[in-house]
């Protein structure tokens, strides 16, 4: 009961501390710097879908840049044919989760597991980067989108009110929208993860056999969890092609795809919000490597994931969350980095 | 925070950032009087990452032409400075960067972007941001956008002249093979369209990611076509394993080629002489120019960088033109604002540069020069014919920002 | 009738080209279960010794068979002793290590060779096979995958290091007991497939040209087939090979490299998603 409670309190200790960031950043930081926190924020939302598929689900997925990929274009062809952003948005949460049930169905419910997972996944994710990067002919148009092959499409139209296509976002808005969507998205999931359904996904990462005698049906619990993860990658792929204003089939690239991983391992798996500070820690690392040219960024990320593995193999919330824990630090504080096991 | 238009997104842009700097927190202080002393621009290229073969070749051009102007006393008495991104061929970074130039930088101008994808991010960002842009690289044509200026050579400077030569040349079956992108798919169109008019035929077309690197099967495919010539539109590293394995199955013997893209990486100092001999190449600008504008650039530029610097690439020097050309419209409009320098550079800019003589074209902001068609011989290019002041007829059919100034599209001219 | 034997001969190309950059992430897989993600990055190495060391003067032969193989099994030596032993027993840590390796190594060739693509060119002329051309290098690769496989069958099958490499891989407890030192049998192994991912980037370096990111067009091609290979080593890395390679190229002539690639993957998928213990998994259980 109390531990609930602390649950409870470190949510809304959470949902407080982001409301108060989300206002506080653009009284404080320049519009340049906002706009760059702007795309930190979109793909903490993409490091969360992966925290729950792999921290949570224990599915081990390196393809979530697939997903996220999907949802851009589903935004960008949609909107480009239909003007107003509704649909669209809607097209690039459903569209990616969609995808990701069928692939799942295709695979869970082969007992396709683990390395073999992964490698399929990663697949999947190459044969989408080879396709959409083959698409630059004329004749590769859906509607009034050309597809535009390795160039991608330019000039995404921004979302809008609904129904009102002349009232678009602006640069802050995208902040608040991206902002609020992050807040949700965790809160929703932190919220889900302690629901019936979110303890059995645990207890089938736990352990698979024992969930399963104890009848649950482990593949589909696998499965819904790995639709929702797509889905939520494709709604950070949607923001993203908001940010960008363009999308092209990088965002299928094996780069990206080590990235996600990379934030959430160095964040710290079984969390939620170590693949949050994992994400804004290494983007924001790989930007300043980016402004100078004395280290090659990739030396310096591929440095810090060896470093990650063999040091502080947990990543950094959970080993931050144990400290707190064992010198008692804060009731408060420490419910903020949770990290539940189902005994 | 649902705001109308573009326009308004900046100007709530603006008012938070005086709002930030009211409150103190941005330190507009300093900004306001290190702002008056230099005339700033920025170049946006890629100088890591797959295209820094290209990208810093152009670095040091524009890195050139500012020493050099700010040597002859600078621009309205004041110096310009240079602030340079490395967009390290990563997509996400041309926007970003674009928007620091813009916000933070407030440069009069900005230089780069590389392949035909970067450019299409970049225009719109600049554009929105009232930002002037100068695009440098050869590409497609089509741009219609009073911002920008394209200083690179379209189809119809190029494969107007370069396909025929090579037909008379050699014979009428082409065989094209193109990067699978929009500045490949519709090089290849064009090369389609000239073959035709002059009675050719093109007797085979494919077209590669920029990462293929296998080329074994096309080479079978090619002779079982038995084309008279290649017609070339390779990008990148990755293809230039074609030129070697092309050598090694002995076909550089059979069949001559004709390329667009050679040497704008300086690929024919790292390709060997046996795999680059004998190809056909069609620029506005060779090293080999015998003009005395040029004979006295590369002595300058030599002994600025190096009697050794391997080779000054088309699209280093069309950057380099395009610092000089952009200067030509500081000084006649007396300011660097965005609005007097487009108007001045539309009253019809003409200059003697390195290249020959380089005008601005008002109708469609692209350029009119010489276009010189040349053949490679032990990494050297040899000048074989010149065609004096050819216009950039693609675009002109298509753009006329004389009477639609607010136009801002990217045509896909048909052929 | 020509055409046919030139087709022919160029998926037989397709397939060595294809056993030989998987052969040496199959061995540390299958021997070790290190799922190497920075088996591309050790090809690129190899690739770049070959070129320094011709470059350097050294016969092209010379560069690619034993430059590159010995460079590149030290260095995979020294990654095994300082990374890999501290992870055996955590698969996905080693797998989330090698792919930071990974970077680290492009980041590291980046700095000291540039990004400029760089190259040397084939040795060994052309050949005529009725009116079409060929390289001989070719030849020679396909000559190179057949000695390759045939001198590891043979070191696994008659050596004393192939009978204590194979015990201590089924048994290391049992192993150490008889006096075997094992984790000095992990890190030859780990050598060995370094090496012969090293040779193999020697071999393919005058075909392709090396950059420091050419490792990401072979790892998931590699990994696929090792994969899709199933337990045995050789004979599944052969037989995926065979497979996905015919594949790529009958898909390539007739249509685009593009489309071959995909076919590739996309058949990759297809089979592991209906036997997920790779071909020799499901059909020679027993072969070695």
Redesign the interface.
């Known amino acids: 009961m109390t531990a609930n409670w602390q649950g409870n309190g470190g949510l809304v200790a959470a949902t407080v501390l982001g409301l108060v960031l989300l206002l506080a950043l653009p009284q404080i930081v320049d519009p340049v710097m906002m706009i760059e926190l702007t795309s930190y924020v979109i793909m903490a939302i993409l490091a969360l879908s992966l925290g729950l598929i792999w921290g949570y689900g224990g599915i081990l997925c390196f393809g979530q840049s697939a997903f996220f990929g999907i949802g851009a274009y589903a935004y960008a062809i949609a909107v480009i044919n239909f003007g107003d952003s509704t649909i669209p948005l809607l097209l690039s949460i459903i569209v990616p989760g969609l995808f990701a049930a069928l692939l799942g169905y295709f695979l869970f419910y082969a007992r396709i597991t683990d390395v073999y997972f992964g490698v399929i996944t990663l697949t999947v994710t190459l044969i989408l980067y080879k396709v959409m990067g083959a698409t630059s002919g004329s004749q590769y148009v859906i509607g009034a989108a050309p597809l535009g092959g390795y160039n991608g499409i330019p000039a995404v139209p921004p979302l809008n009110f609904p129904g009102r296509p002349e009232l678009a976002l602006s640069f802050d808005g995208l902040f608040y929208l991206s902002g609020v969507t992050l807040l949700a998205v965790y809160v929703g999931l932190r919220l889900m993860l302690k629901s019936r359904f979110g303890q059995v996904v645990v207890a089938i990462r736990e352990n698979e056999r024992r969930a399963e005698l104890l009848g649950y049906d482990a593949r589909f619990y696998k499965l819904a969890t790995f639709a929702i993860g797509g889905a939520i990658a494709g709604l950070a792929g949607c923001l993203f092609a908001n940010w960008g204003m363009f999308i092209s089939p990088d965002v299928f690239g094996l780069a990206q795809s080590a990235q996600v991983i990379i934030w959430v391992i160095v964040g710290g798996t079984g969390t939620l919000l170590g693949p949050i500070v994992g994400c804004f820690a290494i983007q924001w690392i790989a930007t300043k490597l980016g402004a100078q040219q004395l280290l090659n960024a990739n030396l310096v990320l591929g440095t810090i994931l060896i470093g990650f593995v063999l040091l502080v193999p947990k990543g950094v919330v959970p080993t931050i969350g144990d400290a707190l824990r064992r010198l008692k630090f804060c009731p408060y504080v420490a419910p903020l980095v949770e990290q539940r096991r189902v005994p | 925070m649902i705001i109308n238009s573009s326009v308004n997104r900046r100007s709530f842009l603006k008012t938070t950032a005086t709002a930030a700097a009211s409150l103190g927190l941005i330190g507009a202080g300093g900004r306001a009087f290190a702002q008056e002393d230099t005339i700033k621009i920025a170049s946006l290229l890629d100088l890591s990452g797959g295209l820094d073969a290209a990208g810093k070749p152009m670095q040091d051009a524009i890195t050139f032409a500012v020493e050099e102007i700010n040597q002859a006393g600078g621009l309205l008495g004041k110096q310009i400075s240079l602030i340079t991104y490395d967009t390290q061929t990563d997509m996400r970074l041309y926007p970003q960067y674009s928007q620091q130039a813009a916000l933070k930088d407030k440069v009069s101008a900005v230089f780069g972007g590389i392949t035909s994808a970067s450019r299409e991010v970049m225009r719109p960002v600049l554009r929105r941001l009232n930002t002037l842009y100068f695009y440098n690289t050869q590409y497609e044509g089509g741009v219609c956008d009073r911002n920008i200026f394209c200083t690179g050579i379209t189809p119809a400077q190029k494969q107007s002249k370069h396909v025929p030569y090579a037909m008379n040349k050699w014979g009428k079956k082409i065989y094209t093979l193109a990067a699978d992108y929009n500045y490949g798919q519709i090089t290849a169109a064009w090369t389609r369209k000239y073959c035709t008019e002059n009675g050719g035929q093109i007797v085979g077309e494919d077209f590669f990611p920029l990462d293929v690197t296998n080329f074994g099967s096309t080479i079978q495919k090619i002779q079982e076509a038995k084309p008279d010539f290649l017609y070339l539109v390779l990008v990148g590293g990755a293809h230039q394993s074609f030129y070697r394995q092309w050598a090694a199955a002995g076909m550089n013997k059979q069949i001559p080629m004709a390329s667009t893209t050679m040497t704008i990486g300086g690929e024919q100092m790292v390709l060997s002489p046996e795999e680059t001999n004998g190809i056909l190449l069609c620029f506005n600008y060779f090293e080999a120019l015998e003009t005395p504008a040029n004979k006295a650039f590369l002595e300058r530029f030599h002994k600025r960088f190096g009697a050794d610097y391997p080779y000054v690439t088309e699209l280093a020097m069309a950057t380099y033109q395009s610092v000089y050309l952009w200067a030509e419209g500081v000084k006649r409009a007396g300011t660097a604002e965005r609005m007097p320098v487009i108007e001045a550079l539309e009253s019809g800019i003409s200059l003697d540069l390195p290249s020959g003589k380089f005008s601005i074209d008002p109708q469609t902001h692209h350029c009119v020069m010489d276009i010189n068609i040349g053949q490679i011989q032990d990494r050297k290019i040899n000048i074989l014919e010149s065609f004096s002041q050819q216009q950039p007829l693609d675009t002109s059919g298509v753009c006329d920002l004389k009477k639609n100034p607010d136009d801002n599209s990217m045509y896909v001219i048909k052929v | 009738m020509d ?1 046919l034997v ?2 022919s001969f ?1 998926a037989l ?2 397939v060595a080209s294809l056993a030989l950059i998987s052969v040496g992430l199959a061995i540390i897989f299958g021997m070790m279960r290190v ?1 190497n993600l920075a088996h591309g990055e050790f090809l690129m190495l190899g690739g770049y010794a070959a070129i320094v060391a011709t470059k350097a003067g050294i016969n092209i032969w010379i560069a690619t068979l034993l430059v590159s193989p010995l460079v590149v099994g030290v260095i995979g030596v020294v990654i095994e002793r300082t ?1 890999i032993r ?2 055996y027993g ?4 080693t ?3 090698t ?10 060739a ?2 000291i060779f ?6 040397i ?2 040795p060994a ?2 050949l005529q096979i009725g ?8 030849l020679i690769i396909i000559v190179i995958a057949i000695a390759v496989f045939a001198a590891i069958w043979a070191v696994f099958r008659f050596t004393r290091y192939g009978l204590i490499a194979r015990s201590t891989m089924q048994n290391a407890d049992m192993a150490a007991a008889l006096g075997v030192n094992p984790s000095r049998v992990y890190a030859v192994t780990f050598g060995v497939g370094a090496g012969l991912a090293g040779l193999a980037g020697g071999v393919m370096a ?4 090396i ?1 420091p ?2 490792g ?2 072979y790892v ?1 091609k590699a ?2 087939t090792v ?1 899709g290979g199933g337990p045995a080593i050789l004979a599944g890395t052969v037989s995926a090979s065979v497979m996905f390679g015919a594949i790529d ?1 009958i898909i ?2 007739l249509s ?4 071959g ?2 076919a590739l ?2 058949a ?2 297809v089979l ?3 036997m ?1 213990q790779g071909i020799t998994g499901r059909f020679f259980r027993r072969a070695a």
């Open positions: 055409l030139v087709l160029e190309k397709a799922i990374i501290f992870l955590r698969p996905r840590d797998m989330l290590a792919w930071g390796l990974s970077l680290l190594l492009v980041g590291l980046t700095t540039g990004n400029t693509t760089e190259g060119s084939a002329g052309s009116d079409y051309r060929i390289a001989a290098y070719s005058p075909i392709t040209g950059v990111t050419i990401a067009a998931a990994f696929i994969i190229q390539t002539y685009t490299p593009v489309i690639e995909v993957l996309a990759a998928v592991l998603r209906f997920p």
